[in-house]
């Protein structure tokens, strides 16, 4: 496995991750990347690149980051955003991963991409849906706003230092995954 095919598993964790916190953020920072030459995709996947592809992509970033501020909204979008997150963190590991067998670079997409994906946005939507029981929604929007940043922080960060971002996404799994333990007593007593 060259460095090249190793660093592109990087950006694909990477991206795969800010997917958790939001589904079209990362794609469209994606899309910019590639069509500004920032990174190549794999050949099937060069349309992200495409000003079409950030049109749509940038507008639905723009719908989707403006709607997880609305109370209420943001719970009705997590339930369908689980799924969603899976199939994007799939989607970006696959266009990320750069000379590997379809079969690896699928159960590598499957895995580690929606996997990751899916656990971040799981724990995401389980913090909002505790915000919005606790605080009656008023809460909503300081974790929309947590979210938002880190997903464009995670984004960016991958596409410039994709070891860096597999690294933070490796802590921030430790840290979801030590909370988890703390809350689950508490949950179980209940």
């Not at 079969?103 to 590598?108: A, D, G, I, Y």
């Not at 997409?109 to 929604?137: E, H, N, V």
Request: overall charge neutral; hydrophobic content about 60%.
């Amino acid at each position: 496995m060259t460095s090249e095919t190793m660093i592109s598993i990087f950006l694909g964790i990477g991206l795969a991750a800010s997917v958790g916190f939001r589904v079209f953020l990362p794609l469209f920072a994606l899309s910019l990347a590639s069509y500004f030459g920032i990174w190549e995709l794999n050949e099937n996947w060069l349309w992200i690149g495409s000003l079409p592809a950030i049109i749509t992509l940038g507008v639905a970033t723009l719908v989707e980051v403006f709607a997880y501020f609305i109370p209420f909204v943001d719970n009705l979008l997590d339930s369908i955003a689980l799924p969603l997150a899976t199939l994007a963190g799939t989607a970006v590991m696959v266009a990320t991963i750069a000379d590997l067998d379809p079969v690896v670079t699928w159960s590598l997409a499957i895995i580690a991409g929606g996997g990751t994906a899916a656990a971040i946005k799981g724990a995401s939507a389980t913090g909002r849906l505790t915000s919005t029981t606790t605080t009656a929604g008023i809460g909503n929007p300081v974790i929309a706003f947590i979210e938002t940043f880190t997903a464009l922080l995670f984004s960016i960060v991958s596409i410039l230092a994709p070891v860096i971002a597999s690294v933070l996404v490796i802590l921030l799994l430790i840290f979801i995954f030590v909370i988890y333990r703390k809350l689950r007593p508490r949950l179980s007593n209940k």
